[in-house]
Structures are given as C-alpha cells and as structure tokens.
T-cell receptor
Framework: EAGVAQSPRYKIIEKRQSVAFWCNPISGHATLYWYQQILGQGPKLLIQFQNNGVVDDSQLPKDRFSAERLKGVDSTLKIQPAKLEDSAVYLC??????????????FGPGTRLTVL | GNSVTQMEGPVTLSEEAFLTINCTYTATGYPSLFWYVQYPGEGLQLLLKATKADDKGSNKGFEATYRKETTSFHLEKGSVQVSDSAVYFCALSDRAGNMLTFGGGTRLMVKP
C-alpha cells in the first residue's frame, strides 16, 4: 500500500515570496492533516480536513497561510508571503477518519522549507 | 489546552543499556497517548500507543504504561541497539478531535 506522498521534498525561497506544498494521502483516508515542525520542536497542527471540509484551522496563520482539499483527496498548503520564521518541515498526515474513535495517523516524508 | 512535556536530549547510551525517556501530559478528559519515532532521513512512525489508564503499549522491545494518577507515559527499553538511534516524540490525542499534540522530542544516540 502506498504511503502519504508529499512534494517537493525541499524548497528554498526568499522572504516575501510565495510557496506551495502538495500532499496525496493514503487512498481511502478521509482525514488529512498539515503540521509544521520547526527545527528542534515537535510537530504543531496547522489544519485538519475531514473529506473536503475544514475541521480545525485554529492554529493556521490565516493572514499568510491557506490550504485547500478539493474533491476530498489531494491537498495543497500555500504560504504567501513567506517570512523567515516559516522555515520548517511541513508534514502531511492522513487517517481513516471518524469522530470519537482514534484512527492512526500516517505521516508523509515532509517538505523542508528554508526561507532566506 | 492540551500539552506534552518530555525530557530534553540528547540522550546518549551505550549498546545494551536501559532506556527511559520521561513524558508527562496535561489534558482534559481521557486522551489517548502515543510514542512516535523519527529515524534519520525518514518520516514519523507510530511506535506504540495506549488508549486508557493502566494500558501498556509495546512494540519492538519498547514499552510505555498510561499512568493517569501521575499523568505520565514514560518510554522504556531494556536493551537498546545502535539502530534505535532516532528522535522520539510523545503525543496525545483529544478523543473528540483526533488531532495530535506533540512534545518537543528527545534525540537518542546509541553508541556501539
């Protein structure tokens, strides 16, 4: 079974530029998550989708970050404009979904973003 | 809100030594608890989990017991190997939302 796919694996941009990350979850997984992992810290949830609806985006900096999950499958996360403090690894995860019962989250390899 | 605190690393051990990585949490209700591992160059992988008080999760020789009275979920292994060198993350899940709250991670280095 294929895992969670992410691209690109690495991205270097200058501050104030825009960038987009792509995630393809495991087939059949209804729930998709984007996490930000700053060097030396644990991952922090940015946004959670259930199918193509947003469940939780309370920690997403909405002035510069946006995310969508059209058709409830693939998802893109965008940063515009980027700041130096956005340098981090952006992790995508997916799970079967279903509220009230924990479903294991499977993580992709991440996209390492460096903002210069 | 929910939070997870784990011991800072790096933890450096010799092969076959005993390992303990401490983890404590703050949460309302009855969260599920997890240990994730991140090997060099790889993504996060679930190592073990426990979903209710006094449950013991185990996998690959690692164990952790859900202690509600001390709000702890310490990771242990009786005899570490060089291949266990990785970063270990303690995490909890709010049952209702399924989102994960992670600790800061502990880097383990095992020397031959």
């Amino acid at each position: 079974e294929a895992g969670v796919a992410q691209s690109p694996r690495y991205k270097i941009i200058e501050k104030r530029q825009s960038v987009a990350f792509w995630c393809n979850p495991i087939s059949g997984h209804a729930t998709l998550y984007w996490y930000q992992q700053i060097l030396g810290q644990g991952p922090k949830l940015l946004i959670q989708f259930q199918n193509n609806g947003v469940v939780d985006d309370s920690q997403l900096p909405k002035d510069r970050f946006s995310a969508e999950r059209l058709k409830g499958v693939d998802s893109t996360l965008k940063i515009q404009p980027a700041k130096l403090e956005d340098s981090a690894v952006y992790l995508c995860a997916s799970s079967l979904g279903g509220r009230g019962v924990y479903n294991e989250q499977f993580f992709g390899p991440g996209t390492r973003l460096t903002v210069l | 809100g929910n939070s997870v605190t784990q011991m800072e690393g790096p933890v450096t051990l010799s092969e076959e030594a005993f390992l303990t990585i401490n983890c404590t949490y703050t949460a309302t209700g009855y969260p599920s608890l997890f240990w994730y591992v991140q090997y060099p160059g790889e993504g996060l992988q679930l190592l073990l989990k426990a979903t209710k008080a006094d449950d013991k999760g185990s996998n690959k020789g690692f164990e952790a017991t859900y202690r509600k009275e001390t709000t702890s979920f310490h990771l242990e292994k009786g005899s570490v190997q060089v291949s266990d060198s990785a970063v270990y993350f303690c995490a909890l899940s709010d049952r209702a939302g399924n989102m994960l709250t992670f600790g800061g991670g502990t880097r383990l280095m095992v020397k031959p």
